[in-house]
């Protein structure tokens, strides 16, 4: 054989063996979701040649299935991977009749809007896609989406639902190895979207008749679409979370009729309907409007309001009541107003001033219908989170003369406040403690023993007589100082961080980002750290509106124990300050021991001592509310670094609290301590 016919030979067995298929398994982990697809690439899917997911190619494929780890054959055609097909050699038996042939649905689809195909297929119910939900994307998402039809809501009004996506689901994921059902519904009157949330169970369980008992409860006015399954670790929803829910949807207009005969509305316009000896009846004094509500009663034109059910009554001796039974050991009959901001399928916080529920009236002034000119109401007093929801009582009448709604009491948590004189026509009142402010009431013993006495001898003398007066006692000295708080190296910012892990029990482990950790520790008279001074740091976790109570911090390894357990809603990454979010800065420290302040004190007396390493220095404290300029009490000075400055206060614990902070020029560090010498 000549050179030149032995290099072509050559030269087509090289070729050969370069098309010679190769042996692979499709997909490849992809942030722990397995992807076989490549996307934003159609037609191509990852193989890991030779199961080596080292040797990860991207081959064209319009071959097999595109099920992860199949065992396929690729060749290298055209500078490109193709997928030639299955490797039948790989198994004796592959467990399954699918000959696993390429996704090729749309070609059996009649939906022209999404490529149809030319050899439609008719399939049962069970693949309707009238309101399925299904993955969002080709390799899913957080929501879910759904397919959209034409509904009949029932008030008998045709929408357009679906066709778009849910709410972010992942945001419902349980803690810890659970899982967590979510229902997703529709509203039957407005079309949207209604998710419901289930209990956690067990993370092992999957199959359909495993979850079912965890799918929460729908009511009357909610249709069910799909059930979610999520974990803690999910983060892309795909088909195997998915549980279809749907139901033979029914809108739940009734029409024609059943029993009772009739046929023709019996009465007026906005007439309710009931039944007349066999027929529709109707009266103008039962009557329903879908602007004004409910109307039973003598027939006529009255004021009437939104959302109202008016009670008449016309005629001597007619009275229009409304009255609750309740028969058994249960609670008695009650009358329960329920406020929110916000939507029906999306409330929000109510707000500080919200009226909750009142009880108003008015009446006819000879010419007109009158205005509400006597009110008894409940009110929000803070804007409402897991930790506050405080509520006032206010009561209004109107003064004789006057046509001007008038506050006369308002309740609240601390005080009843009386905005008229009180007349108790000549009955008593009983059990008034000891005044304490030049403007409260005093009981006649009070008086009787607080008397001034003559008496001889040395001492204040007035034309020949000496006055004694008996002592009042007001605050409570101790006989030691005792350590309030005390903590070096503070800086003007709070310190501010994020959770470095799960936390264990009473502790948790954390990553500073903000401020000085010195706010964490307490020192003892020696400078040395400590857990035993009165008060302990309030430490709040932004991220879940709620604190604790720091009993102890380990600086050098971020390590801080406190006086409870870590809630189970703390978790890594939430955020947590010594700012007690109530303006200016302010640092929170809550009395732990009250064998020497008692709960019933109401206002400490301090010792305050501050320097700082500039010789400018200025300590704020408060008591226990939101920054108001006129009630901080603000000691400083600057007569050099480090020296010492001293001075008295009192101020008023709320909630066993005071708040706290430095001001000190950027970079400088401060010493505060807080003594306490008595309390009242």
Known sequence: MSPVSRKAVEAITELNAENEPIGGRLGIPIGGIRQVNVANRPGFVYVRLRDNPNELVQAFNESVSAVYDLPVLVEFKNNRYVVTGRDTDRYSSWGSDSSYIHAHASQ?????????????????????????????????????????????????????????????????????????????????????????????????????????????????????????RIVSGTTSIGWDNIYDARQWI????????????????????????????????????????????????????????????DLVAQGPGSIPSLQFWQFGPSAAPTIIGNKSNGTYLVPSSVLQNDELIGLWARGFDSSNWTDQQGAFQFIADETWTITGVGTRAQMYITPRGSTTLTLVQDWEGSFVNIYKPLNMNTHFIHNVVDPLLNQDAATKKYVDDSATTVVTGTGLTISGHQISLAAIPYITFLTDSNEFYRASSLTATPFSGTINGAPSGATLVYTPTAGNESDLAQQDGTGAQTANNLTAVVLRNTTRGEELLVSNVNLGTNTITFTTNVPGTWVNGDVITTNAGLGSNFRAAEIKNTSVIPSSA???????????????IQAWLQGYETFVASKTIVRGHTPGANLLFTGILTLPLISRRILHQVRSPAGNTALLVLRVAGYQ
């Not at 195909?117 to 969002?136: E, L, N």
């Open 250 to 309: 029914d809108s739940g207009f009734l029409t024609g009729s059943s029993g009772g005969g009739g046929g023709t509305p019996g009465g007026s316009n906005t007439n309710v309907q009931f039944n007349n000896a066999g027929a529709f009846g109707g009266t103008n004094s039962f009557a329903w409007n879908g602007s004004t509500g409910l109307y039973i009663g003598a027939p006529g034109t009255l004021p009437r309001e939104n959302g109202l059910i």
């Open 602 to 616: 109401s206002q400490i007396l301090l010792e305050l001592s501050i320097s700082d390493t500039a010789g400018s």
């Open 108 to 228: 059996h689809s009649m939906l022209a809007n999404q490529l149809g195909g030319g050899d439609p297929v008719f399939v049962d119910g069970r693949q309707m896609m009238p309101g399925a939900a299904y993955p969002s994307g080709t390799l899913g998402g957080p929501n879910v989406l759904v397919s959209d039809f034409l509904f009949r809501n029932k008030l008998g009004n045709w929408l357009y639902v679906g066709n778009t996506g849910t709410p972010n689901l992942n945001t419902l994921r349980p803690n810890g190895s659970n899982a967590r059902m979510v229902l997703v519904c529709l509203d039957y009157t407005s079309g949207g979207f209604v998710i419901l949330t289930g209990s956690t169970f067990s993370a092992t369980l999957t199959g359909t008749s495993q979850i079912w008992p965890y799918i929460p409860n729908n009511n009357l006015d909610q249709v069910p679409l799909a059930a979610i």
